[in-house]
């Protein structure tokens, strides 16, 4: 009975203090913005502060419940505040009165900023990856290095041109299907489509679909003359 009244007590206790509740983006990726250990700790003890209501917490509290020195959490702090993790505010109360408070939101935007630059250089990565193999499509297809004058002007497609790898390769397969290894030819295929508005996959391929069948209901209804050979009136005989 006894230890068990003790668990119970413990249990309470336990309630009592609460919880903190922290994004796990910032467990994935504080290493990735910077952040040190020590400085996780002292951020995850303003966030324990702030969310019980004390928004601007004595340091001297920090320090004993990270058992650091004092001397120690003021650099911290400084750091935090250095790297964009957290911001000292001023704001005005109730009576009038200016507080300070630690702006804790600070670390999403410092987490966005660093998340973007990741997805930018993953884009640009693939992005340059797709170009290399378009220049080996077209080598492969002509059977030989392409020439720096192709390179420009495969260049001169995509950046100045504006058209997608994608669109390229498609253009490349069709001037293939008609063994017509020439860039002018492409050059006019890429031209024409954009005339007709096709700039994915998608838009080439209903195109080429809806003329093919266009084309085979033409051949289907050509009707075949029947052969009749001429009669010979003077041979009537």
Same mark, same amino acid.
């Given at each position: 009975?006894?230890?068990?009244?003790?668990?119970?007590?413990?249990?309470?206790?336990?309630?009592?203090?609460?919880?903190?509740?922290?994004?796990?983006?910032?467990?994935?990726?504080?290493?990735?913005?910077?952040?040190?250990?020590?400085?996780?700790?002292? !951020?995850?003890?303003?966030? =324990?502060?702030?969310?019980?209501?004390?928004?601007? %917490? &004595?340091?001297?509290? *920090? #320090?004993?419940?990270?058992?650091?020195?004092?001397?120690?959490?003021?650099?911290?702090?400084?750091?935090?505040?250095?790297?964009?993790?957290?911001?000292?505010?001023?704001?005005?109360?109730?009576?009038?009165?200016?507080?300070?408070?630690?702006?804790?939101?600070?670390?999403?935007?410092?987490?966005?900023?660093?998340?973007?630059?990741?997805?930018?250089?993953?884009?640009?990565?693939?992005?340059?990856?797709?170009?290399?193999?378009?220049?080996?499509?077209?080598?492969?297809?002509?059977?030989?290095?392409?020439?720096?004058?192709? !390179?420009?002007?495969?260049? =001169?497609?995509?950046?100045?041109?504006?058209?997608? %790898? &994608?669109?390229?390769? *498609? #253009?490349?397969?069709?001037?293939?299907?008609?063994?017509?290894?020439?860039?002018?030819?492409?050059?006019?295929?890429?031209?024409?489509?954009?005339?007709?508005?096709?700039?994915?996959?998608?838009?080439?391929?209903?195109?080429?679909?809806?003329?093919?069948?266009?084309?085979?209901?033409?051949?289907?209804?050509?009707?075949?003359?029947?052969?009749?050979?001429?009669?010979?009136?003077?041979?009537?005989?």
């Amino acid at each position: 009975m006894k230890g068990r009244f003790i668990s119970m007590l413990d249990l309470q206790q336990y309630l009592a203090k609460g919880q903190t509740s922290l994004s796990n983006l910032v467990l994935d990726y504080y290493k990735k913005i910077g952040m040190t250990d020590a400085e996780l700790l002292v !951020y995850l003890q303003l966030l =324990k502060y702030q969310q019980k209501g004390n928004a601007f %917490p &004595e340091l001297s509290k *920090l #320090a004993k419940n990270l058992a650091y020195p004092l001397e120690q959490v003021f650099p911290l702090i400084e750091s935090l505040i250095a790297k964009k993790i957290i911001k000292i505010e001023t704001v005005t109360n109730k009576e009038g009165q200016a507080e300070d408070w630690y702006n804790l939101n600070v670390i999403y935007e410092t987490l966005s900023i660093y998340l973007e630059q990741v997805a930018k250089k993953k884009k640009t990565q693939e992005s340059e990856a797709t170009v290399a193999d378009l220049f080996k499509s077209f080598e492969s297809e002509f059977g030989r290095a392409l020439s720096p004058v192709q !390179y420009e002007e495969i260049q =001169k497609w995509l950046n100045e041109d504006q058209y997608s %790898p &994608e669109i390229i390769q *498609l #253009a490349l397969r069709e001037a293939v299907l008609n063994q017509a290894y020439s860039f002018t030819y492409i050059d006019r295929i890429l031209l024409d489509w954009e005339r007709k508005n096709l700039k994915s996959k998608q838009d080439v391929q209903r195109y080429q679909k809806v003329r093919q069948n266009k084309k085979n209901e033409v051949e289907e209804t050509e009707e075949v003359l029947p052969h009749i050979p001429l009669y010979n009136w003077l041979d009537s005989e």
